[in-house]
């Protein structure tokens, strides 16, 4: 049996439409905060069961029986209680006879504890210490960040901008990751193993030719003077100082097959125009 924490966000639901083409639906377990936002999941014929990081004895009963457990990594952003909810979960896998986890964690995560990196660093030498057969999924910034909104905008101005200073970007795409995290899921030969996941790198001049190509309406790139609000300020300014120019081949190699290019990207996003 299979057991996926968060399963009901955007990254676990893909994880388990992935799982499902595997392995038989019974084999998945979602362990979801409100298993009442998870009567899509139960449809597929997968067990929905509540699992809290919040709250330990519902994580011990989530993971009752469980061979696998792929932990996704909690969206609180406060290190302290993203690290408690994650030793919680890694205890409740030891103590429940988990027999083996895979976690999604972030790239450098090995390497530092600083930063972003804060709970992921303390969360993967956890799970070393608990003596579990383990794989770090080390994943980059989600593509969907930064080219979900504003393509469309693009496109009816005929201008692209951001403040990114040209340098490429490492981000990947949910839905690959997903289909890694399902086949290291079903597959020992990923144990011990520790994968730094990237995308094909890419910058938002390339971004705007290919808005060019795909629409069929010229799209020029501006370099923004401003910083960027909340959020996308703060991933423009990780991109400008060269910190997701990082590339590997894991994704790549684990998906047997090229990533989703930008292109490729593009056409989905625009509805194929």
Known sequence: MIVVTAASGALGRLVVAELCKRVPADRVVAAVRDPARATDLARWGVEVRHGDYDDPASLRSALRGAERLLLISSPELAPDRRIRQHLATIEAATGSGVRAIAYTSFLGADRSGEGLNAAHHVTERAIVDSGLPYT??????????????????????????????????????RSDLAEVAANVLSDDAHLGRGYDLTGPSWTYPQLAEVLSEVSGKLVTYREATGEAPGAMGFLMG???????????GDLHRLLGRPPTTLRQAVVGLLGGE
Do not use: C, I, W
């Open 238 to 248: 990780l991109a400008r100082s060269g910190a997701l120019v990082r590339q590997t």
């Open 136 to 173: 770090m999924l080390r994943h980059p910034f989600y593509s969907e960040a930064f080219l979900n909104a504003g393509l469309r905008a693009a496109v009816d101005t005929g201008e692209l901008t951001s403040g990114t200073g040209g340098r490429g970007l490492n981000t990947a795409f």
